[in-house]
């Protein structure tokens, strides 16, 4: 329980840090590439061996960790779209929903159970996510760009659920360094392209907002799976309890430090969403 725990409050300072990163004018694209080379970091940092290249290359979970660290890139360029084009609220009821598609792989591929209690907590989670997300006075139209929150959806819910399937039980630290290392590299290409091409420079700022998401993002990670790992935990149970508190907690914080308004929409799925995570834990 620990370990959801943790992972449920890195994952929340994540959405606190983009909330900074907007308040501060941080360039985004900058200061996630920073993150990720920070992530990579930790990674080999917490890794108790010798990183060779060659068995990195060699070992059962590379490939899965080299499309991993193409879809951090692309998964958060879709992101940023939808929310240009479709609306905030948009991308992030597509994200969140997503947890659907972890959880029907565990219920279907690893057979974990299922009856009619784990169902209605599951409805009632994906229903307190949308309830939660949802903003006031949105006027968001869908327009023919409906297929940027589709690709948010499937992208979001791909990535959730390859991480927990492709990671080797014994080598959480390296896996998850291999992924943002090869996520940092293209990004790292873009950032170069931009800068030639555009003329960007790169803002100094970017350095310390960028580590501490790195830090955090890597927790995040680290943590889910080490929760993904405890017996007794079931997949399909631990994303729904971490996604439904994360998306409560964040909407508190946005409430509380960032003077949000939150709807009575908004208070009433953060009621089902506590209601949901008792029907979940108690199957």
């Avoid at 290359?57 to 084009?85: D, E, P």
């Avoid at 297929?147 to 390859?162: A, C, N, R």
């Avoid at 803002?203 to 799976?225: D, M, Q, R």
């Avoid at 929409?265 to 029907?279: D, E, P």
Wanted: net charge positive; charged share 10%; proline share 2%.
């Amino acid at each position: 329980m620990i370990y959801l725990l943790l992972s449920i409050l890195s994952s929340t300072g994540i959405f606190v840090l983009f909330k900074l990163y907007s308040k501060h004018k941080v360039n985004t694209l900058q200061a996630i590439i920073v993150n990720y080379i920070t992530a990579c970091i930790a990674g080999l940092f917490f890794y108790d061996g010798k990183v060779i290249i060659s068995q990195i290359v060699g070992a059962s979970w590379f490939y899965g960790a080299l499309g991993l660290g193409f879809l951090f890139i692309a998964i958060f360029n879709v992101m940023a779209l939808t929310a240009q084009k479709n609306g905030l609220s948009v991308a992030s009821v597509a994200s969140k929903m997503s947890v659907i598609i972890p959880i029907l792989f565990g219920i279907y591929v690893y057979n974990e159970s299922i009856g009619a209690q784990k169902i209605i907590g599951i409805v009632l989670a994906l229903f307190a996510v949308y309830l939660t997300s949802i903003k006031p006075k949105d006027n968001t139209v869908l327009k023919p760009s409906i297929f940027l929150p589709v690709m948010l959806f499937f992208g979001s819910g791909i990535i959730d659920t390859s991480v927990n399937h492709f990671a080797p039980d014994d080598n959480i630290p390296l896996f998850s360094a291999t992924i943002f290392g090869i996520a940092a590299t293209i990004g790292l290409v873009i950032l170069s392209y931009k800068a030639i091409k555009e003329k960007n420079r790169f803002e100094l700022k970017s350095i310390p907002f960028g580590i501490t998401l790195g830090i955090v993002n890597y927790a995040s990670i680290y943590f889910l799976l080490k929760a993904l790992r405890v017996d007794g935990y079931e997949s399909s149970t631990v994303f729904t309890i971490n996604n439904v508190i994360i998306v409560a907690i964040s909407t508190l914080i946005g409430l509380l430090f960032f003077k949000e308004h939150i709807s009575n929409k908004n208070w009433i799925g953060i009621v089902i969403a506590i209601v949901s995570i008792v029907l979940v834990t108690l199957t």
